[in-house]
């Protein structure tokens, strides 16, 4: 069993945790933030306790969320926007500036949501507990003064940078996908996966014939990454027909 693994089932035994005691309680039991894999994770844990379990990550297309697990409602979940202001004249800090600043203050990731830039800001969701910390100790991201200001209320975030691709392929098969998605050969894009540099929802991916689904994040070392949106379904000429998001800029 590899690290991933490893830690794969130690989340999967604290999910079945936080059911049981959820069951027990009548009351709902939240995790800190969640990547998409570790959500599959808390599903298969509820699934297996037959609880109920939702997903919050502060907005509704949120990629990284909390879980709750139980039958109450939430009203309130223990989340926390904090506004991270800086000056575009001296320098424009990027998503892994930001996170890079919050982990050298010791901010364990599963405190922090999702990073979302803006023209003169970012915004930042992350747990309650830690949202103090953060605005008494971070103040800049590289050389980059940062102004943190918590708010009251959801922000009206920006829509994610990047651009749609609608394209055809034989198949859903991951090495398709990526030929598709990065204008690579299909060579290429077998190579990219048996070589241990894609990530299909965070995991590690080897075999370059799985198919993806919608909804499915890929990512690949040295290129960036895509969300498969939409399967249009199949061509006249039997092709399938795809929407992805290639997510770029900062």
Request: net charge positive.
């Amino acid at each position: 069993m590899n690290g991933e693994q490893m830690e794969s089932a130690r989340a999967y035994k604290r999910f079945l945790e936080l059911a049981r005691r959820a069951d027990r309680a009548y009351a709902g039991q939240f995790t800190r933030f969640l990547d998409p894999a570790g959500r599959e994770t808390a599903l298969r844990a509820a699934e297996e306790e037959c609880v109920p379990v939702r997903f919050w990550g502060g907005y509704p297309d949120a990629e990284r969320v909390m879980a709750c697990f139980g039958e109450d409602m939430v009203e309130e979940w223990p989340v926390s926007w904090l506004k991270l202001g800086f000056n575009p004249r001296y320098g424009t800090p990027g998503h892994r500036d930001l996170l890079g600043a919050l982990m050298g203050l010791g901010v364990v990731r599963e405190h922090l949501g999702d990073i979302v830039l803006d023209d003169s800001c970012a915004y930042l969701c992350c747990t309650g507990e830690i949202a103090p910390f953060i605005m008494n100790n971070l103040q800049s991201a590289g050389s980059v003064h940062l102004r943190i200001e918590r708010l009251d209320e959801p922000p009206r975030l920006p829509p994610p940078v990047g651009k749609m691709i609608r394209t055809t392929v034989a198949s859903p098969r991951l090495d398709a996908m990526l030929a598709a998605g990065f204008d690579l050969s299909r060579e290429q894009a077998r190579q990219m996966v048996v070589q241990g540099k894609t990530r299909v929802n965070y995991r590690l991916q080897l075999k370059p014939d799985i198919s993806l689904g919608e909804g499915d994040l890929v990512s690949v070392r040295g290129l960036g990454r895509f969300k498969l949106m939409e399967n249009n379904g199949t061509t006249r000429k039997g092709r399938a027909s795809m929407t992805l998001f290639r997510y770029g800029g900062r």
